[in-house]
C-alpha cells in the first residue's frame, strides 16, 4: 500500500458547475434547487452520485431503492450531497437475447453519465449478474471514486425439505423432467420455493460470483458479498458505503488507485476457492482493460490451477449463500488465502486499509460451509484454460462443477450448428447419440447468438438421462450460467461466427479433453483443418442496424473480454464543455 491521501479541503470536479456567480452557475444550482434543496448544500462539499439499476424488470435489483435511501443517509451524514440516478440495468432472468449483449451498453450509459454530470463520486448500487461489471467497467472509464453496493443474495428456498439453489435447481428438476424421475407438476410446485425473497441469487452463481469479486478486488466493503438482502445488515453496510464516499472523494482514492494487477490477481485466487462463475472469466477480463491492467487469460489458469475450493455452495457444493454469510462469508475465504500465502494482503480496498487488515481477525463459524484446505471440495479449483487446435486463442471448464471421470476424455463429435439446431434434434430418439459423445454446440459466441448468451449447458437427450447419465463433455463458443454445473467446456476462441476451428467441427469428428495438461484436440490434421475452414461461410448474418450492428462490428472475442473495441482503456473525468 503507498497510497496517499489528497489534502482537503480543496476545490472539487462539481465545482465548475455549481460554484461562483456566473450565469450558468447560477443556472446550475437554481434548476437543482426544485427539489427543494437548501442553498448551502452547494458550499462545495462531494456531489456524490448513486447509479442505481433498480428496475422491476431485473427482479434481483427491484429492492435497491430502499437501499439507495440507506445510501443517501451515509452521504449526508458525512456531509456530502447525495443525487440519485437510473442506467440502463441489465437484468438477466427477462432479457433477450441475452444479458450479455447490454453489458457493454450499460458501462457505456454509467461512463457518459458520471463525465457529463456534476459529480465528485459515486456509490455502484448493483445486484444481478451483469449489473455489477457494467457499473465498475463504466466507473473505471472515468476513474472518479468509486465504490460497490450490492443488493444480496436471496434467503434459502426450500422444496420438501430439501435446499433449492436459485438456478441450479431449475437445471437439475428440467433434467429430471425429461428423464422421467420427477412429475411436471412437481416441478411446477417446486417453482414456488425458487425465488422466496428479494435479492439475486442464493447459489454461487455469477451475481454472487460477481458480488465476491467486486469485495475481493477491493471495491467494495469487507463482508459486503453475503450479507442476505433481507438482512439488517444490508441496510447497515449500504448506510457505511455511503458515509465511506465522501472520505473517499476527499482523499482522492479512485479505482485506479484499486484496481491493480495485484488486485485481480487476488479476485482470480478468490474466484478458485469460492467455486465462482465462470463468467467471471470475461468480465474480469473487459474490467482490467477499462484499467489499464494487462490481464490475460493465461492468467487465469496460472493463479488459480493450484486454489482449492473450500466454499461448499451449490452448484460445486450443497449450501447456499445464507449459510456462506452466516460461516463469515469472504472475508473468511480471504483470511484463508492469505495464511497461505496465495494472497497480496498489501492490495488497497476503498477502506483505505490494505486487504489483510481488513480480515486478519475474522473467524469460521461454520467448517462445512468454508472448508480447510484440506478438506476441499476438490484441490485444484480456480478455471481451467484449455488450448489446442480446437481453441487456438483458448477455453475455459469450472473444474469443481464437472466429473472428475470426464477430465479426461475422447469421444465422437454430435454437432449443432446453432441452438435452433440443438433445439430440433435433441429430443429425438433417433439422434445418433450416447453419453461417450462430446455434444458441440457453434454460433453461440460474442458475434454469433449475438451476445454470448448462456446456452453452453447445453441439456442431455432424454435417452441418456434415462440411462440415468447426469453428465456428457459439452463443448460450445457459449456461457453458462454461473448456477449451472457440468463437465462443460465454455467459450472456445476464437467464436465459430468468426471463423474460428469450431465452425468446422463435423459429425463423427474424434475430440480429445485433457483437463490436467490443459489440452483440447480436434482429431484431425492443421491441413483438413485449414481446408475446411477454406471453404467455410459464416452463417450468421449482421445485424444491419441499430445497437445489435454496433455490437457486431465491434465486440472483441471472449478471450479479451468480450468488450467494445474502442472502450478498452480510461477516458479520464475531464469537465465537459458548458452547456449554454
Not at 427543494?36 to 429492492?63: K, Q, Y
Not at 446456452?455 to 438421462?465: D, R
Request: charged residues 20%; aromatic residues 6%; contains cysteine.
Amino acid at each position: 500500500m503507498n497510497f496517499i491521501p489528497a489534502k482537503w479541503p480543496r476545490t472539487l470536479r462539481s465545482t465548475e458547475w455549481f460554484g461562483g456567480t456566473s450565469r450558468d452557475n447560477i443556472y446550475h444550482r437554481s434548476w437543482m434547487k426544485n427539489q427543494g434543496l437548501p442553498a448551502d448544500l452547494f458550499d462545495g462539499r462531494p456531489v456524490i452520485g448513486i447509479c442505481n439499476t433498480w428496475s422491476e424488470l431485473t427482479p434481483c435489483n427491484a429492492h435497491l431503492r430502499d437501499l439507495a435511501q440507506r445510501v443517501k443517509h451515509g452521504i449526508y451524514e458525512a456531509g456530502g450531497l447525495p443525487v440519485e440516478f437510473p442506467v440502463f440495468s441489465t437484468g438477466e432472468s427477462a432479457l433477450r437475447p441475452t444479458a450479455m449483449m447490454y453489458r457493454n451498453l450499460a458501462s457505456m450509459d454509467v461512463e457518459e453519465a458520471l463525465r457529463a454530470n456534476p459529480l465528485d463520486g459515486v456509490v455502484l448500487m448493483v445486484g444481478c449478474d451483469k449489473t455489477t461489471p457494467a457499473l465498475l467497467m463504466g466507473a473505471a472509464s472515468v476513474d472518479i471514486p468509486a465504490i460497490v453496493v450490492t443488493g444480496g443474495p436471496m434467503l434459502n428456498g426450500w422444496f420438501r425439505n430439501e435446499r433449492v439453489g436459485s438456478g441450479t435447481a431449475l437445471w437439475q428438476m428440467s433434467e429430471a423432467v425429461k428423464a422421467g424421475s420427477m412429475s411436471q407438476a412437481d416441478f411446477l410446485e417446486a417453482e414456488q420455493a425458487m425465488s422466496r425473497s428479494p435479492g439475486s441469487c442464493n447459489t454461487m452463481g455469477t451475481a454472487s460470483t460477481m458480488a465476491s469479486m467486486a469485495e475481493a478486488l477491493g471495491m467494495a466493503l469487507s463482508g459486503n458479498a453475503a450479507i442476505p438482502a433481507v438482512d439488517s445488515r444490508r441496510r447497515v453496510i449500504a448506510q457505511l458505503t455511503g458515509r465511506r464516499i465522501v472520505q473517499m472523494v476527499k482523499d482522492d482514492l479512485k479505482p485506479s488507485d484499486v484496481l491493480t494487477m495485484e488486485a485481480f490477481e487476488n479476485a482470480i485466487r478468490c474466484n478458485g476457492a469460492i467455486g465462482g462463475s465462470t463468467n467471471a472469466v470475461v468480465h474480469l477480463l473487459a474490467m482490467a482493460g477499462r484499467a489499464g491492467v494487462d490481464l490475460t487469460l493465461d492468467d487465469w489458469d496460472r493463479l488459480g490451477r493450484d486454489v482449492p475450493t473450500i466454499v461448499n455452495l451449490m452448484p460445486s457444493g450443497k449450501y447456499l449463500m445464507e449459510e456462506f454469510f452466516y460461516a463469515g462469508g469472504l472475508p473468511v475465504v480471504l483470511k484463508m488465502l492469505g495464511e497461505a500465502g496465495l494472497l497480496h494482503k498489501d492490495a488497497l480496498t476503498v477502506s483505505g486499509q490494505s486487504q489483510w487488515d481488513q480480515v486478519k481477525d475474522v473467524r469460521n463459524w461454520n467448517e462445512d460451509v468454508i472448508r480447510p484446505a484440506g478438506k476441499a471440495l476438490t484441490s485444484q479449483g480456480g478455471i481451467a484454460v484449455l488450448r489446442g487446435n480446437l481453441a487456438p486463442d483458448g477455453a475455459v471448464l469450472k473444474p469443481s462443477a464437472a466429473t472428475p471421470a470426464l477430465m479426461v476424455h475422447r469421444g465422437r463429435a454430435v454437432v449443432f450448428e446453432d441452438i435452433d439446431d440443438y433445439k430440433a434434434k435433441i429430443n429425438d430418439d433417433a439422434l445418433d447419440i450416447d453419453e461417450t459423445c462430446v455434444m458441440v454446440l457453434k454460433n453461440c459466441g460474442p458475434r454469433g447468438y449475438p451476445g454470448m448468451a448462456e446456452v453452453g449447458n447445453m441439456g442431455l437427450p432424454p435417452k441418456v438421462l434415462k440411462k440415468g447419465i447426469t453428465d456428457m463433455v459439452r463443448i460450445s463458443d457459449a456461457r453458462m450460467s454461473g448456477t449451472a454445473y457440468g463437465t462443460v467446456i465454455l467459450h472456445t476462441s476464437p467464436e465459430a461466427a468468426a471463423g474460428g476451428p469450431l465452425a468446422v467441427v463435423r459429425d463423427g469428428d474424434y475430440i480429445e479433453v485433457d483437463v490436467p495438461n490443459r489440452r483440447l484436440h480436434l482429431d484431425i490434421s492443421q491441413a483438413e483443418i485449414k481446408r475446411r475452414l477454406a471453404a467455410w461461410t459464416s452463417s450468421t448474418l449482421p445485424p444491419e442496424s441499430g445497437y445489435a450492428k454496433l455490437y457486431h462490428d465491434h465486440v472483441t472475442g471472449a478471450d479479451t473480454g468480450a468488450d467494445f473495441d474502442f472502450l478498452k482503456g480510461s477516458r479520464g473525468k475531464a469537465v465537459p464543455k458548458d452547456s449554454h
